[in-house]
T-cell receptor
Framework: RKEVEQDPGPFNVPEGATVAFNCTYS??????FFWYRQDCRKEPKLLMS???SGNEDGRFTAQLNRASQYISLLIRDSKLSDSATYLC????????????FGTGTRLLVSP | EAGVTQFPSHSVIEKGQTVTLRCDPI?????LYWYRRVMGKEIKFLLH????????ESGMPNNRFLAERTGGTYSTLKVQPAELEDSGVYFC?????????????FGPGTRLLVL
């Protein structure tokens, strides 16, 4: 079983739609959680950290459920520029900060 | 401020040859990480330097891979001899303190193709 599981998509949505991505992780000792965004043939870039209390950054809302080992990302009012691959990333509680990536969920926003 | 840079951007070599990838982290970042994405798979951790010391090299696939960070500045990752399965994108990332939840900044990657 993969340490971080994501639906690869693609999710095809029209501009203005709301879309949600989910991710599950297998190791209950995980301590930090992130969503990264990766554009085609580019490097991953941090989109937002994810906290148990839930956090919001503009049109983006992230949520963590430690009991279910589940992370979500909600994008409201999708823009064409949101088209990218969204990577769910986890850091284990090992004292080392190695990132553990999911395979990513591809989002395509169309006009 | 310059971001993480990597060289070369692309490399095409034949099986059995040697390739050396270079990463220059953000100035002042003590922590440097190497990751790799092979076709169709997720990005995977290779190793982590704190300054010039290897903090965690649990992700290095085998002894054909050698990473160095002499002087604690830039790092090199050498693959010798290269095999077909080494093809992929090699990313370098850096962070300031390596603390919990700290952002890692990624370089643009080196695309390696082994023929």
């Amino acid at each position: 079983r993969k340490e971080v599981e994501q639906d690869p998509g693609p999710f095809n949505v029209p501009e203005g739609a709301t879309v949600a991505f989910n991710c599950t992780y297998s190791n209950s000792a995980s301590q930090s959680f992130f969503w990264y965004r990766q554009d085609c043939r580019k490097e991953p870039k941090l989109l937002m950290s994810v906290y148990s209390s839930g956090n919001e950054d503009g049109r983006f809302t992230a949520q963590l459920n430690r009991a279910s080992q589940y992370i979500s990302l909600l994008i409201r009012d999708s823009k064409l520029s949101d088209s990218a691959t969204y990577l769910c990333v986890v850091v284990m509680n090992t004292g080392f900060q190695k990132l553990v990536f999911g395979t990513g969920t591809r989002l395509l926003v169309s006009p | 401020e310059a971001g993480v840079t990597q060289f070369p951007s692309h490399s095409v070599i034949e099986k059995g040859q040697t390739v050396t990838l270079r990463c220059d982290p953000i100035s002042g970042h003590d922590n440097l990480y190497w990751y790799r994405r092979v076709m169709g798979k997720e990005i995977k951790f290779l190793l982590h330097f704190v300054k010039e010391s290897k903090q965690d090299e649990s992700g290095m696939p085998n002894n054909r891979f050698l990473a160095e960070r002499t002087g604690g500045t830039y790092s090199t990752l050498k693959v010798q001899p290269a095999e077909l399965e080494d093809s992929g994108v090699y990313f370098c990332a850096s962070s300031l303190t390596g603390g919990a939840g700290e952002t890692q900044y990624f370089g643009p990657g080196t695309r390696l193709l082994v023929l």
